[in-house]
């Protein structure tokens, strides 16, 4: 008995000593079990299995997240009454197949978040029975029946939408995973999920192995489900595209755009190459909006199951940066600038920026700031990063978001241009002098838009398109977007001789951009931006110094706008003020047609009426109008030969895709060198109730260059008080710390730094 019990002890010892070796030797070659542990735990991506243990505890305590998930229960709950729905697609944007499939996306994404936050096992059943349902319709389909898009998908007409699907359901499945038996599992990933990843991705090269907002999607969608699955092929397929995979690099997409030309693809490129070190993205902030939510959820679900990527210090944190220059790229009511193909009224409101609000404070330095857009937004994820914007607001840690005057440089390295925004009291003035941005760009070098408390006052027309509306073009984008919104005479900037920049051609303007000279704001009272273009025309430079300028003569600050062009050879000249609300007075006369013709026949100009034509009768010409209750004034420096022309969008236009938008054009013919000088004014109101107008005219006299140098640009503003403001703009030597002396009517001028005010 002893020798038996002796013998047993030693065994143990012997066993654990073993089993101790083993378990450290693991540990080596793998790394800390506690962590390979956590990821194997569902859920894992976005709202963890930790996070549900948090949110459980704090729900009916946290009001915007008990709002929130009483919102999207009440959703859900009304999707499961009504029944599982899933169609055979035949539709494009805004059809109902497509509608349908788009929808039950976003509630299997819900009611998977609802099963694990609730614990009622009705949602997973939901998830789980809409999911079988697609394992059984997907086996089965071909390409999508429209033929439209360069990749077509299978659940919708691009693979666009089916990488949209995925990257909701992905999540959706990783909620109900362990609900699942492991044969439910493998139905579903043999017949619906590695197909799904594969059509996407290998099936559909041309979409996939790219650097574009498409592709974003495509890497998150194949990585996301490559998390939840544990395959590792797909996640490395996501993070650095297909291997050994080479596409022909002079093919284009249906936006005209290269569909690889660099040959540069997957997860990690598309953050390296689109994203400026100051976080802006080169196709504008519409697409950059778009592009966030596959961005950020992708980004979530690698630092939760491989945070050795550390994904967000990725780029020295560009991702996190990226959602500050986004809000940033916003007018006073949230709605993004429409640079490039935009959408008016695309703001901050939307999901994907609800998603990167609350990712960027989770993840970020917990800016108070956020909270209060988050307060705006009133609703949250509810997921982890959810939790954490809800408890901030429920301590009252928030504090105003507040939008300054900004810089944010174009280009992987920032070297590409950029766009400068300036603000002073409610006027925002943005000037894009960025580069092409990709397919979606336009020719507009040296363009701007100008807003007052959220409103327009100089429009950027944007895109062309009637978003998922399936009546017009099936909700894609309109021929209109190429014969006019991008075409040059559509922006406010200079086009010469009717003709775009780059001739309107993607192959040369994707490989210029513009540059900046200067940006200053340190003065709260004179702002100043300024940059200039050398190769939108051939033999012709383009220098624009733009500033918003706040004085005490003036009721509101002003915008001065110096455009100096220099050509080797005599053009003519088209400067627009694309401006909102109705003529009040001009100090020109002019005629208008009976019959409305185009102004043009070609790069946008047949589609422009023409209203009105005159000849500028002094050395400054003044136009006036109303709009939104404020009274606008335009100042600008014309000679005689000048020609004033009321221009309208809407010309050769059958179906009325474009809006009926007014235009003033200044006409300059057979000039080589001109320097367009302007100031724009916001002043006075009008009340509708006791119909009394106050401060309806312009407070400025006259407006003079009186210095045009290579070196120097100097401009006198008088006001009707006989009160003269100069402002001198250095051409070439713009560093801060340079001193200048300049000579204007035997008066020396003397200051240190790009311009000079006073």
Same mark, same amino acid.
Request: include cysteine; proline fraction near 3%; aromatic fraction near 12%.
């Given at each position: ?332 009511? !949230?709605?993004?600038?429409?640079? +490039?193909?935009? %959408? #008016? $009224?695309?703001?901050? @409101?939307?999901?994907?920026?609800? /998603? ?105 027309? !944007?895109?062309?398109?009637?978003? +998922?509306?399936? %009546? #017009? $073009?099936?909700?894609? @984008?309109?021929?209109?977007?190429? /014969? ?120 946008? @100009? ?153």
């Amino acid at each position: 008995m002893k020798i038996k019990l002796s013998f047993s002890l030693s065994f143990v010892i012997v066993s654990m000593l073993f089993l101790f070796s083993c378990a450290n030797e693991n540990k080596t070659q793998t790394g800390n079990d506690d962590e390979k542990i956590a990821n194997k735990e569902h859920p894992k991506l976005i709202l963890t299995a930790q996070g549900v243990k948090d949110i459980r505890a704090q729900l009916g305590t946290i009001p915007i997240f008990d709002k929130s998930l009483e919102a999207v229960k009440e959703e859900v709950d009304a999707e499961i009454e009504a029944g599982i729905e899933v169609p055979i697609p035949k539709d494009y944007s805004g059809g109902y197949t497509h509608s349908r499939h788009k929808q039950n996306w976003f509630v299997l994404h819900k009611a998977g978040l609802l099963y694990q936050i609730l614990d009622d096992e009705k949602y997973a059943k939901y998830v789980k029975d809409m999911l079988m349902e697609y394992e059984a319709l997907y086996k089965t389909l071909p390409l999508h029946p429209k033929t439209r898009s360069y990749a077509r998908g299978k659940l919708f007409w691009q693979c666009l939408n089916d990488s949209n699907w995925l990257v909701y359901v992905s999540q959706a499945y990783d909620c109900i995973y362990n609900y699942l038996t492991e044969e439910e599992r493998n139905k579903l990933e043999t017949n619906l999920f590695r197909p799904f990843a594969d059509h996407i991705s290998v099936d559909s090269p041309q979409f996939y192995q790219r650097v574009h907002n498409h592709s974003t999607w495509g890497n998150a969608a194949v990585g996301m489900i490559g998390l939840v699955m544990d395959d590792e092929e797909l996640i490395n397929r996501a993070l650095y595209g297909i291997k050994d995979l080479k596409l022909d690099t002079t093919k284009k997409d249906d936006d005209g755009g290269f569909l690889n030309k660099d040959g540069k693809a997957g997860f990690l490129a598309n953050i390296e190459e689109p994203f400026s070190p100051d976080g802006y993205y080169n196709e504008g902030p519409y697409y950059q909006r778009y592009a966030m939510y596959p961005f950020l959820v992708f980004a979530e679900g690698l630092h939760n199951v491989k945070p050795e990527l550390k994904i967000f210090e990725y780029k020295e944190g560009v991702l996190l940066k990226s959602i500050n220059a986004l809000l940033n790229l916003s007018d006073a009511d !949230g709605d993004f600038f429409p640079l +490039n193909d935009g %959408q #008016k $009224g695309m703001s901050y @409101y939307t999901n994907a920026l609800v /998603t990167a609000v609350d990712v960027s404070y989770h993840f970020g330095d917990q800016d108070p700031g956020l909270l209060s857009i988050a307060k705006q937004q009133d609703k949250v994820l509810l997921d982890d990063s959810g939790l954490a914007v809800a408890l901030g607001i429920k301590n009252g840690n928030e504090k105003p978001f507040t939008k300054k005057s900004i810089n944010l440089s174009d280009g992987p390295e920032g070297k590409q241009g950029g766009v400068g925004i300036l603000r002073n009291q409610d006027i925002e003035l943005v000037f894009k002098y960025a580069s092409q941005g990709s397919s979606h760009g336009h020719y507009d070098k040296l363009s701007y838009s100008l807003y007052e408390k959220g409103e327009e006052v100089i429009q950027d027309y !944007g895109l062309s398109r009637f978003v +998922n509306i399936e %009546q #017009k $073009g099936g909700g894609n @984008y309109l021929k209109e977007n190429k /014969t006019w919104a991008k075409q040059t005479i559509a922006h406010n900037t200079v086009t010469q001789n009717e003709t775009s920049h780059f001739t309107g051609k993607y192959d040369i303007g994707s490989l210029h951009h513009s540059d900046l000279q200067y940006f200053s704001s340190d003065n709260d009272n004179v702002q100043v931006v300024s940059a200039i273009e050398k190769n939108a025309y051939p033999g012709t430079t383009m220098l624009r110094t733009m500033a918003i300028i706040k004085d005490e003569d003036f009721e509101k600050p002003f915008v001065l706008d110096i455009m100096k062009v220099t050509s080797a050879t005599a053009n003519q000249y088209d400067f627009p003020f694309y401006y909102f609300g109705q003529v009040l007075q001009t100090n020109f006369k002019y005629n208008s047609p009976e019959i409305l013709k185009p102004l043009g026949s070609k790069n946008g @100009y047949q589609h422009l009426y023409l209203e009105g034509s005159g000849k500028a009768s002094d050395e400054n010409t003044k136009f006036s109008w109303f709009s939104n209750d404020k009274f606008y004034s335009l100042t600008t420096v014309t000679n005689t030969k000048d020609e004033l022309i009321f221009a309208r969008i809407g010309a050769n236009d059958p179906e009325f895709n474009l809006r009926r938008d007014p235009a003033l054009i200044l006409r300059a013919k057979k000039s080589k060198n001109r320097t367009f000088v302007s100031v724009i004014e916001s002043h006075g109101s009008y009340s509708a109730v006791s119909e009394s107008a106050l401060n309806s005219k312009s407070n400025i006299k006259d407006i003079k260059t009186v210095l045009d140098s290579d070196a120097y640009t100097a401009i006198s503003i008088t006001t009707i008080n006989g009160k003269t403001k100069l402002f001198i703009t250095s051409n070439t030597n713009t560093s801060k710390e340079v001193k200048h002396n300049v000579k204007i009517d035997d008066k020396n001028y003397e200051w240190s730094g790009s311009y000079y005010f006073n």
